[in-house]
């Protein structure tokens, strides 16, 4: 069954009377794996609060997000504060399954706050960030144990996609939208994140790694110790 006769399968058959439904996810994005399942967010004016639920319908895994018409602006308000526009992407790039004409206006809404991005980091925050990924660095630079060197670097790599995107006005991903959001940056500086932490990881060579980082830092004023305080 294609993924959208199913997904309309299961809306007709579990949320029949409900006002909205979309199908989102890697299916509608044309990027489908053999694990995917199918995103359908629903929008039921009878339902009293938002709830998330996973079930398999005809041999599909379906992931529904269920709202009332106005408790998905709790979600979209909460993405928005962590920078990671989960919902909003979903329902930009949904594909309507039912509109008993509340879809338009939801969908408005998510794709305003896409393109306003999310709240700028403040000085202070880029100011502690510096301090927090130099720390990291250190820790990596100093570190002779295997094991140990595998996590610092994680943390390192996620704290410098972060820094990287946010000091530049845009949203944030997480686990595969990670890469998919640098990429959507700047394609080349995504390669050279994926080849760095790459390399360190199949030689244990540093350098790479450690050269990423003072680029990304060096417009900021570099690596950040002497002199740093917090809560003086």
Same mark, same amino acid.
């Given at each position: 069954?294609?993924?959208?006769?199913?997904? *309309?399968?299961? !809306?007709?058959?579990? /949320?029949p009377h409900?006002?909205? =439904?979309?199908?989102?996810?890697s299916?509608?994005?044309?990027?489908?794996?053999?694990? *995917? $399942?199918? +995103? #359908?967010?629903?929008?039921?004016?009878? !339902?009293?609060?938002?709830?998330?639920? *996973?079930i #398999?319908?005809?041999?599909?895994?379906?992931?529904?997000?269920?709202?009332?018409?106005?408790?998905?602006?709790?979600?979209?308000?909460? $993405? =928005?504060?962590?920078?990671?526009?989960s919902?909003?992407?979903? @329902?930009?790039e949904?594909? @309507?399954?039912? $509109?008993?004409?509340?879809i338009?206006?939801?969908k408005?809404? =998510?794709?305003?706050?896409?393109?306003?991005?999310?709240?700028?980091?403040?000085?202070?925050?880029?100011?502690?960030? &510096? /301090?927090?990924?130099? +720390?990291?660095l250190?820790?990596? !630079?100093?570190?002779?144990? &295997?094991g140990?060197?595998?996590?610092?670097?994680n943390?390192? =790599?996620?704290?410098?996609?972060?820094?990287?995107? &946010?000091?530049?006005?845009?949203? %944030?991903?997480? *686990?595969?939208?990670? #890469?998919?959001? %640098?990429?959507?940056? +700047?394609?080349?500086?995504?390669?050279?994140?994926?080849?760095a932490? +790459?390399h360190?990881?199949?030689?244990?060579?540093?350098?790479?790694?450690?050269? %990423?980082?003072d680029? #990304?830092?060096?417009?900021?004023?570099? &690596?950040?110790?002497?002199g740093?305080?917090?809560?003086?």
């Open positions: 069954m294609k993924p959208l006769e199913a997904a *309309s399968q299961f !809306i007709y058959t579990r /949320y409900c006002h909205g =439904a979309l199908l989102a996810g299916v509608v994005r044309g990027e489908a794996t053999a694990t *995917s $399942d199918l +995103d #359908v967010i629903i929008f039921d004016m009878n !339902i009293q609060s938002s709830f998330r639920e *996973s #398999v319908f005809n041999k599909w895994p379906i992931e529904m997000f269920v709202h009332n018409l106005t408790s998905y602006r709790q979600f979209f308000e909460s $993405d =928005a504060k962590r920078a990671i526009p919902h909003q992407q979903m @329902v930009a949904g594909v @309507v399954i039912v $509109d008993h004409g509340v338009p206006s939801i408005a809404e =998510a794709i305003q706050m896409l393109k306003t991005g999310p709240a700028p980091w403040t000085e202070e925050t880029i100011h502690k960030k &510096r /301090y927090f990924i130099t +720390d990291l250190d820790d990596f !630079i100093g570190s002779n144990v &295997r140990e060197e595998l996590f610092i670097a943390s390192l =790599a996620n704290h410098i996609q972060r820094f990287v995107l &946010r000091t530049n006005g845009k949203w %944030l991903g997480s *686990s595969k939208w990670v #890469v998919r959001m %640098l990429k959507q940056f +700047d394609e080349a500086f995504a390669e050279k994140f994926i080849h932490f +790459d360190f990881y199949k030689t244990g060579e540093k350098e790479k790694v450690i050269q %990423l980082v680029e #990304v830092l060096e417009p900021y004023g570099g &690596r950040l110790f002497h740093f305080s917090l809560g003086k």
